[in-house]
T-cell receptor
Framework: KNQVEQSPQSLIILEGKNCTLQ??????????LRWYKQDTGRGPVSLTI?????NTKSNGRYTATLDADTKQSSLHITASQLSDSASYIC?????????????FGKGTKLSVKP | IAGITQAPTSQILAAGRRMTLRCTQD?????MYWYRQDLGLGLRLIHY???????GKGEVPDGYSVSRANTDDFPLTLASAVPSQTSVYFC?????????????FGAGSRLTVL
């Protein structure tokens, strides 16, 4: 069964610290993996998208990595800011599928404290 | 500002009543989707439409119907609401219906069925 598991479920860090969120998937065949940021009370917003051949992609202070062999991805946030407080959702697409084949993780809720 | 507009923002509804959640996009995206987001379950696809005039069922379609009369609008109807349909509903769109495209989400509609 295609699944996306994210860890930790929630995380609290101090402003200025770095953190890493994990995403493990069993989706096959694999097409791409995306990370979305969802602020409280808002819809998710895309941060990065990576295909099979890409193993790292950055978007400002956000860096996503992908290991297609172990089926793992991570999202590293550098020098966290209060505005980074949000849920981060990992989404994996199965190759050749329509949007009906997007598999969503349950998200990691990050709280950045001053 | 280009994007997706959802209405209403929130609604309390008596069980058995009919309710339509509205979704309009101004990006001329071909594909549109409805998701529900529940605590601990993540985002689940209800219905989708890859192009005007066509619709498809997602993971949790029972109790919901959609129509796609034109490119911009994709309303979601609950014919006879039940308490288990209490959720936050997100409309989304993408340029095409393939899994390669990034989703753009609306701000969500919070529905409470009593």
């Amino acid at each position: 069964k295609n699944q996306v598991e994210q860890s930790p479920q929630s995380l609290i860090i101090l402003e200025g610290k770095n953190c890493t969120l994990q995403c493990n998937y069993t989706v096959s065949p694999f097409s791409n993996l995306r990370w979305y940021k969802q602020d409280t009370g808002r819809g998710p917003v895309s941060l990065t998208i990576m295909t099979f051949s890409e193993n790292t992609k950055s978007n400002g202070r956000y860096t996503a990595t992908l290991d297609a062999d172990t089926k793992q991805s991570s999202l590293h946030i550098t020098a966290s800011q209060l505005s980074d407080s949000a849920s981060y959702i990992c989404v994996v697409t199965s190759y050749g599928g329509s949007q009906g084949n997007l598999i969503f993780g349950k998200g990691t809720k990050l709280s950045v404290k001053p | 500002i280009a994007g997706i507009t959802q209405a209403p923002t929130s609604q309390i509804l008596a069980a058995g009543r009919r309710m339509t959640l509205r979704c309009t996009q101004d990006m001329r995206h071909n594909a549109m989707y409805w998701y529900r987001q529940d605590l601990g379950l993540g985002l689940r696809l209800i219905h989708y439409s890859n192009t005007a005039g066509t619709t498809g069922k997602g993971e949790v379609p029972d109790g919901y119907s959609v129509s796609r009369a034109n490119t911009d609008d994709f309303p979601l109807t609950l014919a006879s609401a039940v308490p288990s349909q209490t959720s936050v509903y997100f409309c989304a769109s993408s340029e095409q219906g393939s899994g390669a495209n990034v989703l753009t989400f609306g701000a969500g509609s919070r529905l409470t069925v009593l």
